[in-house]
């Protein structure tokens, strides 16, 4: 009864608002959370949201340059026509309309990937985010400012970016971008890209954007190093596409930062403010059981012990089932290795042929000896050897075979 009860609060039950919100655990790992079924299937948001792009016609050169200035309105984020805005909870809404703040709300997030995509091996493209706090970075009027995702600035600084430093400023020239600040190497790890010297790409789709930042920050090489006028560097995450093949060497593959976990764009998504179901987040150690792909035990290993299990199982059974031909090659290497460890015992053991007279075979027991068919103890008191006498079978006679003195030649076998 209890297992039940838990069972429908589990699936009733839910910590956000908005559907697949990642401040919430994933629907559909250990399955743990039933899906809720008043959501609306992530498939068709996501063709919701490709239709409105292609709709959405803004001046975004006079929404950026207003964005920089902290003049935005509320009029200005009505006129994005975009749903993300459903997704601020009323008490948002009513703490925005006694101040509003410019700077809140501004970065494009993410949902849990629930559905995966069918053309996520064309359409899609992944990039591995590192530990941090998510940054609205806007370089104007000579000076760089970090704010939160609810528009708090928490740093002002000098940077090598466009508008950025007193050097780099030039008329009309200003930068925004979408950073993961990692305060461990002091690091902007530049996730996408929104406006760059004046020229705002809001509305290009994610390939050419992903595309123009590793341009821009080839032309400025220094961005990448710390110094006194850019005490912060300013690197750029590498993407890759979603196949499995890539997505494995990516995990695999050793990076200057700690995962966090996987992003995955769909290229023709248009940067847009809020929650949007083109941009899906996973944990590494949710490969197996959401798309398939095995990791390493290191991995499995980060999981949260409530379904750390249940993705064991699912790695094993996939590195079990990847390839026929590697599965024979293991059996193969198995069975070599067990007759090499069959020889070195020979070996060891040290195996001789026998000889009619002379041999000598010595084998410890205990405190037994063998020496020549005669078992002999050891007193363990004076440490001598005290020898038993044996019998020896002739025809169908027993004959006993008297104890040797020390020194002695053995009897010799009688014909």
């Not at 950025?164 to 461990?184: R, V």
């Not at 090659?329 to 040290?350: C, D, F, I, V, W």
């Not at 002379?358 to 050897?385: A, T």
Request: aromatic fraction near 8%.
């Amino acid at each position: 009864m209890a297992d039940e009860l838990v069972n429908v609060f589990a699936g009733s039950f839910a910590v956000s608002s908005d559907a697949n919100d990642t401040a919430a655990p994933h629907p559909r790992i250990g399955d743990y959370k039933v899906k809720p079924h008043n959501v609306p299937d992530q498939h068709v948001r996501r063709e919701r949201k490709l239709e409105q792009q292609k709709k959405k016609r803004m001046d975004f050169v006079n929404y950026s340059r207003k964005l920089v200035d902290g003049c935005l309105d509320e009029d200005d984020l009505q006129e994005l026509g975009h749903e993300e805005m459903d997704t601020i909870s009323a008490e948002d809404k009513k703490s925005r309309r006694k101040k509003f703040n410019p700077y809140a709300y501004q970065l494009m997030l993410s949902e849990w990937l629930v559905d995966v995509p069918d053309d996520l091996t064309q359409e899609w493209l992944m990039v591995q985010c590192p530990f941090g706090k998510r940054n609205l970075i806007i370089a104007v009027n000579g000076a760089t400012s970090a704010y939160t995702k609810s528009g708090f600035r928490v740093n002002r600084f000098t940077s090598l970016l466009p508008g950025g430093s007193p050097q780099t400023l030039k008329p009309n020239e200003y930068s925004i971008l979408d950073c993961i600040f990692c305060e461990i190497t002091s690091t902007f790890y530049i996730l996408d890209i929104m406006c760059w010297r004046g020229h705002p790409v809001f509305d290009t789709e994610t390939e050419f954007r992903f595309y123009w930042l590793k341009t821009k920050l080839q032309e400025l090489s220094a961005l990448g190093q710390a110094t006194a006028s850019n005490p912060y560097k300013f690197i750029s995450l590498e993407y890759c596409p979603c196949t499995a093949e890539a997505i494995s060497h990516a995990v695999s593959t050793p990076t200057p930062f700690q995962v966090d976990g996987l992003l995955f764009f769909h290229k023709r998504t248009h940067y847009s403010q809020g929650r949007t179901p083109l941009v899906g987040w996973l944990k590494p150690y949710m490969l197996p059981e959401i798309l398939g792909i095995p990791v390493s035990p290191e991995i499995i290993a980060s999981a949260p012990s409530v379904n750390k299990l249940t993705l064991l199982k699912a790695n094993k059974d996939l590195e079990d089932t990847t390839d026929d031909k590697t599965l024979e090659e293991r059996e193969h290497a198995a069975l070599l290795k067990s007759e090499k460890n069959a020889l070195m015992k020979m070996e060891t053991e040290g195996k001789k042929d026998r000889k009619s007279k002379g041999f000598k075979q010595v084998e410890q027991n205990g405190n037994g000896i063998m020496e020549g068919g005669l078992e002999m103890e050891i007193d363990q008191s004076s440490g001598r050897r005290r020898k038993n006498r044996r019998k020896k079978k002739l025809g169908d006679m027993e004959v006993e075979v008297p104890d040797e003195a020390p020194g002695e030649e053995k009897i010799a076998d009688m014909a």
